[in-house]
């Protein structure tokens, strides 16, 4: 599960489009069972076919949504106190590090005399940004010390390391086999994609993260094979299209901090992707949102999911910064999950509940469920809009989906499902492995 949260609401224009144009400035959802589901379905399985249906789909319920991401917090601060606190909303942080945007050199000053000390910087070049990290004092409590440098700094922006939960990630370089030249791409920041998965055959994937070592995540996995998956179970909405693939994980108990995402969607802006998918959630983040404001304005699209709250919760980030494709699950029927978040911050919906996707090792196949599963398909659908940035084409590229979406009324936006439903036909029903 990937989370995030930060509070800004994403403001309704005619298509929420044209704002776009002119702007200036995670955890898996859920644990799902793996599902004991054919690799392929060929002459060879032609045994297994004739077994029992129980045989090859699980029957075990899955597990209610709509508070998975608060236990899975609580979780991981249970166990990992070591490496974790929660900050004054409870959310999950990097325990005594606190993040600064680009600050100044009198900052840091200020900063070292409080008791802080710079413990890594990040050069996010093609933001034309620094990201600092600060360690706080032992005894020190972090709260106390970002509310202190606000106030030392009022120009400034630091904030928490907050936590997107999954499996952090370290900056590294591009590995694997690289996109060929001129084929367009799409982005995925998550856990770690599993390339060697038969889905996967043939595509071009390039990834980024954890130091060279490949750390497969059972989300990050489903996400991306719902993006550009193919083979004769599973395809995805962009099977043509190549990924680039940042995780921000590793494996780590506090890993898919801030400080990665930004990192991540540093080395994508460098990549030249035009649409992103962000499948975490979480709480609001000014340094996050800084990032996030500065590659829309280098106009890419981040796609992201809305999350499985429920819907009287509080929006989660990024989905509701603005600007963002938040993205919200459906069912077969076309109705939204009962544990989706509403509101103004959902621009679309596509399928998130009875289907099918990727899973790292045995068996390859699992049934998913959550609005985490519903933003790979909009984002792959919009990649083919939007080979690389461009403002004014990122625009046109909403308003086309925008008008392809089913269920929707004309001119307006719904808070359930936004501008209506998109790849409806892309879900991969559990029913079409047994």
Known sequence: ????????????????????????????????????????????????????????????????????????????????????????????????????????????????????????EEALAALHERLVVLRVPAGAATAELVERLRVLDPQGIYDFNHVYTGSGAAPGVPEGRGAAQGVRGVGLVDGGVDAAHPVFGGAAVTRWGCGGRHVPDAHGTAVAALM??????????????????????????????????????????????????????GPPNALLGRAVAAMQERGHLLVAAVGNDGPGAPPLYPASYRGVVGVTGVDRRGKPLPEAARGPQVMFAAPGSQMVSAAPGAPPYRQVRGTSFAAPIVAALLAGR????????????????????AGGKPGSVSNETGYGIVGASLRTDPSALR
């Open 386 to 405: 939007l080979p690389k940035p461009d403002r004014l084409a990122a625009a046109a590229a909403l308003k086309d989906l925008a008008a392809e979406a």
């Open 228 to 281: 550009v998956g193919r083979s004769e179970v599973l395809r995805g909405a962009a099977p043509e299209a190549a990924l680039y693939a940042a995780d921000v994980y590793c494996g780590d108990p506090a890993g898919g901090a801030a400080d990665r995402i930004a990192a991540a969607l540093d080395w994508l802006a460098r990549q030249q992707v035009g649409v992103i998918n962000i499948s975490l959630v």
């Open 1 to 120: 599960m990937k989370f995030l949260l930060v509070n800004i609401k994403k403001p309704r224009t005619a298509l929420a489009i044209a704002a776009l144009a002119a702007a200036g400035p995670a955890c898996a959802q859920l644990g799902l069972p793996r599902l004991p589901l054919p690799q392929q379905i060929g002459p060879v399985e032609l045994e297994r076919l004739r077994r029992p249906a129980e045989q090859l789909l699980q029957r075990a319920p899955l597990p209610e949504l709509g508070g998975l991401r608060l236990d899975t917090v609580r979780a991981l601060l249970r166990r990992h106190p070591a490496l974790l606190e929660a900050d004054p909303r409870g959310e999950p942080a990097v325990r005594g590090e606190v993040l600064a945007w680009s600050p100044s050199t009198a900052a840091l000053e200020a900063a070292a005399q409080a008791g802080l000390v710079v413990v890594r």
